[in-house]
């Protein structure tokens, strides 16, 4: 498993669980999107009825699964959970979607991964709350309409640009998470630390708030392995020692970068020399599948200013050289 990926593993999603916050006002940081969708779920309790669908954007644990639990934590009401990989046929889709409730929120995460088909009877059921379940096979199958209850569907994705534009327009709103600053991740350490029962001292928890990626789930991870490391290492406390002596075994560098990204950074700069290469040859070279090079390592880089995209592929910036401690190429153009 890796340290900072962005994805959370089965032997994890309890520990994560433990620290969701429950209500908005818990929810730290992205206060543009907070703030829209407090309005959106007012609105909504103001008229007496299940909210708007909402669309949910950005690199993974930022806080979407957390943000859908909200929204139906607000909304007094239950919230099904799926995920666009989960819904191979129309058929799965058809069987959630009849079995909803008034009001109930429907989440399917990583929506641009859902099959076409089920893609096409989504739309009907989020814009006119109906799904044609279709009886027979061939010339002689038949749609039989179906009403459903009012429902509010909440999606997730890493990649909103591969989101039909049909069915994106179908979300009355979306909320763009961006990565975090240090002082939000602070925030979110200081307060795991304190429902967890670790004890912490300030400049331990701020050393673990830069170098967690801008994200919160990679940050409560540190936070963990830090942890471990004071028990076992240690004094018990994290300290700005014991921070900084489990963040190098587990190999997270000043700027959070982990293995993967420097990885990365080595094959553009020691390979390419320094690009543009194509974004399958870096995943190739680095041996990891694209969209985790995409969804995970890239976003990150490119908002630290370590690579960009260029129209005949990625490219390092200066910096990128100079955190792999190499000379500049001469006459280097990036
Ligand atoms: P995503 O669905 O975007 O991958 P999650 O919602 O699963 O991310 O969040 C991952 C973890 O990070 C959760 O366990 C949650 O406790 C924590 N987290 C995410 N956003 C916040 C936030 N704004 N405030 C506090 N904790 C957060």
Sequence with gaps: ERLVSGRAETAERDAEAA?????????????????????????????????????????????????????????????????????????????????????????????????????EMLYVAMEDFRVDVIVGKGPGATAIPLDLPQFTMVGATTRSGLLPAPLRDRFGFTGLLDFYSSNDLLTVLKRSAHMLGIEAE?????????????????????????????????????????????????????????????????????RFGGGPVGLGTIAVSVGEEADTVETVSEPYLVREGLISRTPRGRVATSAAWKHLGMQIPANYEF
């Design 19 to 119: 620290l969701r916050p429950k209500g908005l006002q818990d929810f730290i940081g992205q206060p543009q999107v907070r703030e829209q969708l407090s309005l959106v779920l007012d609105a909504a309790k103001a008229r007496n009825r299940a909210p708007d669908h909402v669309l949910l954007s950005g690199p993974p644990g930022l806080g979407k699964t957390t943000l859908a639990m909200i929204i139906a934590h607000e909304m007094q009401t239950s919230l099904r959970v799926t995920s666009g990989p989960a819904v191979q046929h129309a058929g799965d889709l058809a069987a959630i979607l009849s079995s909803l409730e008034e009001g109930e929120v429907l989440f399917i995460d990583e929506i641009h991964r859902m099959a076409r088909a089920a893609e």
């Design 202 to 270: 300030l400049a331990g928890l701020k050393e673990i708030s830069t170098r967690s990626r801008g994200t919160p789930r990679v940050a409560n991870r540190l936070l963990r392995r830090v942890r471990d490391w004071a028990q076992v290492r240690g004094t018990g406390i994290i300290d700005e020692a014991a921070a900084l002596s489990a963040l190098k075994v587990y190999e997270v560098d000043e700027l959070g970068l982990d293995r993967l990204d420097r990885s990365v950074l080595q094959v553009l700069c020691k």
